[in-house]
Structure formats: C-alpha cells, structure tokens
C-alpha cells in the first residue's frame, strides 16, 4: 500500500524515481549557490534543490557557495547574470532574459548552470530544473525562459477574524481572532507553492478591508509575513479600507483632497514601508457593493486611486491596484437600458490619462462576476496609458466551490485569446496584459486563489490544479492548458499513464461539463446570488433585484438585450469589429447568445436547435458525463494512495449527484416558465423515481420547497417539529432485478440527521447528514439547491412487492429532509 499523504506539498512531493529511472540521471556532486545570504532566493533555491536531488533521486549533495568545482564533476551551480559575471563567466552577459527569466545550461547532460537574471529567476530556473526531474525528462542544452508579465500575483480574501470570504478550505493561514498569527509556518510553505510556479506577489487581505489591519501589532505582523515571503522572492501588499481615515484616524472626513486625510495616509503609508521595505503597494476596493470611496465625497475615482499613488511615491516603487468593480448594486430593473456590465468602462470614461504612473487598474476577466461563461471586460480595451492587471479566481467562488471539478485554463484561454481589435490592430487580451500591445512597463494578472488551513490547501486536491495552471498561465498564457494538466498529474500524483490520462480527461471535460449543467449560452452561472452562498441551482435569483445580474427571463423569451439599437449599448462599448460581431445575433457566438441577446425560447442557434431544447439537452449530457467522473476515477484505486484517493473519489460522487440537482432544477425552472415541452419527453418525468411525498409517512409531514425546482415535484418531506423519528414506506411495483438505490435528500447546516434504508427487514445503509464536515461549499441552513444532495447504495436485490422503508432522525434544525428515492436498474441514470 502506497504511504498516505495529505496534499501538503501539492506538486512539490518530489516523489522518488524508481531505480531504474534514477540511474540515468547524472550522480551530482555538489550544489554551488552564488549567494551566500541565506533569506536570498538563490539560496532558497539551492536548499530546494538539494531537497529535490535528495528525494527525487536518492542523492545527498553537499551545498556550497564558492565557485571552486572541478569540470569533470557534475555540479549544479546557481546564480543571477550578475554574479555569474563576477565569477568570470563572461558568455552569459548577452543572455536575451527579462526581469525574473532564467536561462538553464546543461553540460555534457552532467554539469548544469541555473542562471537567473535577478534572484527569483534564479528560483525559477530551480524549480524548473526540478520539474524537469520529477517528470523524468532531460534537460534540453540550453533553455531560456522569460515570464509573459512583470506582474504575477495572488489575492487573498483573508479576513482579520480568520474567516476567507469566498474561501472552502478552512480559516485562513494568515489572521485569527483579529492579528497576524503567531504561527506562520502554513504561510511559508505557501510562499514556497507560490515562487515553484513564477509568482511573486500577493495580496494578504480581503478586498472588503478592515482597517484594524494598520494597528502596531498587525503592522509587526505583516513584517513576520513579509519576512517569511521574502526568501521565495515574494513581495507582499495589502488591501486599504477607504474611509480609514475616519475610522481609525479619527479625522472628520476621508476625502482623497483634504490635507489632513494626504498627510494621514502619508503617515500609514511611512509606517508601512518600516516595516515592510518592499512592499508592493495597495489593493483598493472603492465604491463597490457599499464600500465607500472617491465618489462618496464628490471626488473622482482618479482622485482616490491618485492619493494613495502619491503616498507611495516617495517610498519605492510601490503601486496601487485600482479596482475596476465599481457598480450600483441597487439597480433597477424595470429600465430596459440599465446593464451593470457597461458600469465599468462608464465609471472610468475620460480618466485613462488622468492617473498617476504608480496607479494600474485591476480588471476581472468579464464584465460581470467570474460567472461560467463571460465575453472580457470591455474596459480591457478602453485603457491605454494606464496599465491593467487581469483578475481571476482560481477559489471557485460561482463554478463549484471545489466540490465540483472545474478545471479553469480552459476557460481562461477564452479570454486571452480573445482579440479586442483595439484601434483595428489585433489585440489579444493575452498581449494587452502582457503589457505589449500598449508599452506598459508594468501590468499583468491576479488571481484570487483563498487558499485555506486545510491541508489540501484549496479543500480538493483536484483544485489545486488551477493554482498551478494559473502560474504557468502567468508566464506563458499560451501554453497549452492539456500539458499544463499532465504536468500538474506527473508531479501531484505519479507518472504512470492511466493516472496522468485518467486527470487529464476528467479535468479538460470539467469545465464544459460543469457550464451544460449550470447556465447556457452565456446566461451566467445560474446559481444563487442572493442567499450569497453563489452555489447552488436558484435561476430566479438572477432578476427582481438590483445586483444586475439579470436574465430577464419570461414565459416567453429570454437574454439580457445588450446591443446598441435596442438594448443597453453594452456590444458598442467593445471597438468596431467586435461590436458589430457583438450587436447582431448572426455573428455573435452561440455560446454568448444570452448574454448579448434576449431572444424567445424558441429562436433557433446555430446548430439547428432551440434554445429551450439546448438548455435541456446540454443539462443532460453534462449531469451524465459527471457521473462518468467517479467511475474513470476508479482506475487510479491502488495507484495513488489510499487517503487522496478517497478524498478525490467523495467529492466526485457528491459532484455526480448534485449534478443531478442542477439539470433539474434548471430544465424544470424554465419548463415552467415557458411550458416548452422537451422534445425527448425526459424534464418532469422520471420513470424510476418514488416521490417521498408520495409514500406513507409516519413522524415526517410533507413541506413545500423554496425554490420550487430545488425538489422533485417542488415538495419534500422533513420530520414533524418535536418528532424524534420518521418513516417514509412504500412497496416497490417495479419488477424485480439489481437496483442502484439512490436517495435525494437535504444536507444543511443546523444538524446531522441520522437515515436508514431498508428493505423489508433488511438494512441496505445508513448515512448521516454530515457534509457540512466534509465539504468545503458555503452552506445553507434550509432546503433548497445547496443543500439537496444524493446517496446511493449500489447493486441491491430487490423483488416487486418489497417494503422500501427509510427511517429519518432529524438533529437540530435539520429535520431528516428526503426529496425522492429512485430505483435504478444497471445503466439508467434517472
Ligand atoms: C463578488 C463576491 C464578493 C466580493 C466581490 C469583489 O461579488 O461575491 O464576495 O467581495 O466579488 O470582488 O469585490
């Protein structure tokens, strides 16, 4: 049996070759670190690599940092241009490296130079050289590699109280109880995950900042972060509450043009850099989602970000990250014309020349939210002297909350491969970013990652993919996101074949199979927004409230209008080519119908179908490729450990069910409000499902489900108030065989109900509704989407007339809620 792990070094186990393997590998003699400061990421490097040659291939190398090697030895010597130069080795002063690139010799395949051309490229090239060992690939002669964009970073939504907005894997690795932690040893090896993949910045608090952050002792805090960050070449930055100023100054305002609220800032902005010399600057969350801001005091949005710029001015190079989230979040509705998607490049109309240089602003990829499918943000292609940094999520804030796969560079690509054809010159976003298409000397990505204490770091090992892929995108968003996944398989779980071929199918098919179950056509995620959970299946949320998220759907036709000639001018914020593409339906993709259109349910896409039959037919093809997951799952037992095994294989079973959940309440939701019958007769019928309202219930009592569709036949049951225990029984009329027994029931917070199933006398299973301590989604406390689940009991025997009987104990506020039983025979899925 393979020893368990725990996820803890996510692609950085450097599990041992096997003999055979190892023996080709050159037997190394020394490691020589041109850096003799240990908190150098040269030094770090040489550790690491010394680590990595002692569990990869068995070998203890000695560490030095004198270049004193004989050329017969195979060394590895590790060191940036400069003191390379220094030691005499003058063919590496014309190496084509741009800030953190790395250049990786490899002599005679024995001896190999790492040569960085600053400290963390260094680091890099180590990590790289690692990689390329941990595959059991051979270095190429020579290898140059620069990163696509200076900026590389990562946000954390930590909150001061220890909780992580938007975060499924525990509290956070920084803040407990309102300070820095004492134990920052969890951050230490994140800085370490974070350097392995090329970033090398990060962002330690919540955009929603509590401005406690800036108190003496957080501020030493943040010096004891910073100082553990710094030997992995990352720099880290913080995000500022606005009205700072008034809360924890004291001034009587926060207006970015008063002198006393200058100097104020001034004063923090001092404190800061004392105790973190390199700090990066500050993310601002300003007018957005009742943040105040600028524009609470009459100001511009300039006039905020530049004060802060001008505060960092004299202290280095620090910036300011701008966010471009502004919106009214009380929209109204009722006005045809109003589209929260046009609020960004409305709010900062005329203000590209009117920055400071140290001010970038951070955009997220689509103009909404981080939903399943998004066009980018029109803004992207409005800003041309002021630089941008593209904001992903890698935490799965609208796609699943890691309790389901969804493996992101796949739908990353369709943002930085899009071409914006600014000016009519082609502009991929990619390149924008980059900084290329505008001369920027400084732009590129963030992503907020909300990585837990959890030791998988991310609540699914699975998820922790996207981490590294969004690192490799960094660097180079055109590799490809197939390799990206083999690599991050061979790393994290072992070079065998099926397991590598096994990760890649499930995590390429994720992301398109997540988006048929969820919304279509560009209609969004579909999820509830205003429960704030952002998980499960609630479409009604979408509308009749001022987020903005709207779908506009009716009983006949559905799609947010967002053309210039009749809608909300949002495809005319994008240049010429796109809005034309945009405006008129024809051209504009079938994948992004909705989102620019309002269309009936029976305007036809280009594949002949429906929009209603698509929506049907997409929800069930991607609830059935997710019930493949666990079953391809299957191949990697005895090939991987057991413990990230089983954790891998609960989460897609859950998956495989709530699937479920989602096709349902999808197709039911909309054939109720369209009354549009699926042509294949599937939506509403179910000829192996038992209503539980339909059977004979003793302690239990039927209850309506809010919203409808969370339940089959919109009703449920739950024990009576005060009842201790319920049944629900029925006899089986359908003929007798081996069934799957699958139970949908409601697992949400307040309790852990107990369940038995039995036929006639016979126990088939037990199960407790404890998810809440197993899964890591935000949770509801009451029956609906998120909370409705399935349990299955496979191969049963079951005979026509057989008592089916499940006994319920509710705990709490959970009372044993059951939706349906369904009987399956071999190869029907419901
Ligand atoms: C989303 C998310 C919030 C977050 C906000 C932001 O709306 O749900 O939790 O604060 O984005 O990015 O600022």
Sequence with gaps: MLP??????????????????????????????????????????????????????????????????????????????????????????????????YCLVCKDGKATEIIGQNDRGALYGAFEFLRFLSRNQLLPEMRISNPSAPIRWVNQWDNLDGSIERGYAGPSIFFADGYVLDDLTRVQQYARLLASVGLNGLIVNNVNSNYNLLNPINMQGLTRIADIMRPWGVRIGVSLYFDTPKGLGGLRTSDPLDPDVIAWWGYITSELYRHVPDMLGYLIKANSEGQPGPLTYGRTLADGAN????????HGDGVVMYRAFVYNHHLDESDWKNDRANAAVEYFDGLDTQFEDNVIVQIKYGPIDFQIREPPSP?????????IILELQVTQEYLGQQDHVVYLPPLWKTI???????????SLVRDIVSGQRFNWSRSGYAAVVNVGNDPTWLGSHLAMANLYAYGLCTWDPQ??????????????????????????????????TYE?????????????I???????????????????????????????????????????????VVAEQFECIDTTPDELLLWFHHVPYTHRLKSGKTVIQHFYDAHYAGALVAQTFPQQWEALRGLIDDDRFNHVAFRLRYQAGHALVWRDSINNFYYAKCEIKDERNRVGNHAWRIEAEDMTLEGYMVVPVTPFEAASGGKAIATIPGADIGTA?????????????????????????????????RLIGTWTGDLEDKLGHDFSDRIDGHSATRVTFNKVNVKKGDSLRIVGRPDGSELAPIDYVSLLPPGIVD
């Design 479 to 512: 590799q490809s996101e197939e390799d990206i996944i083999q690599g991050w398989a061979q790393l994290t779980f072992g070079l065998d074949k099926t397991i590598v071929d096994t990760i890649t199918n499930i995590s390429m098919a994720s992301w398109p």
């Design 530 to 576: 205003v429960t704030h959970c952002h998980y499960g299946p609630c479409p009604a949320s979408q509308d009749g409230n001022g987020w903005g998220q709207w779908t506009r759907a009716d009983a006949h036709s559905i799609g947010m209008d967002r053309t210039v000639a009749t809608g909300t001018g949002n495809a005319g914020q994008y240049p010429q």
């Design 516 to 528: 048929d179950y969820s919304g279509n056509l560009g209609i969004q995620t579909l999820c509830d």
């Design 379 to 387: 803004l992207l292609a409005h800003l041309r002297k002021t630089p």
């Design 416 to 426: 930085f491969n899009f071409d914006l054809h600014v000016d009519g010159q082609q």
């Design 307 to 314: 004060m802060f710029a001008r505060a960092l001015q004299p």
């Design 4 to 101: 368990s792990e725990t996820g803890i070094d996510g692609w950085l186990r450097y599990a041992a070759l096997p003999d055979e393997l190892a023996s080709r590998h050159p037997q190394y003699s020394t490691i020589i670190s041109l850096a003799d400061d240990q908190c150098s990421p040269v030094f770090t490097a040489a550790r690491e690599l010394q680590l990595g040659l002692s569990k990869i291939l068995s070998q203890n190398v000695t560490l030095e940092t004198k270049l004193l090697v004989s050329a017969a030895s195979s060394y590895i010597v590790i060191g940036t241009v400069k003191t390379f130069l220094s030691a005499g080795r003058d063919e590496y002063e014309n190496l084509p490296l741009k800030d953190d690139g």
């Design 729 to 761: 029984q029925c006899t089986v009329t359908f003929p007798s065989g081996i069934y799957d027994i699958a139970i949908n029931y409601y697992d949400h917070l307040g309790g852990r109900s107990q369940y038995q199933v039995f036929l006639n006398e």
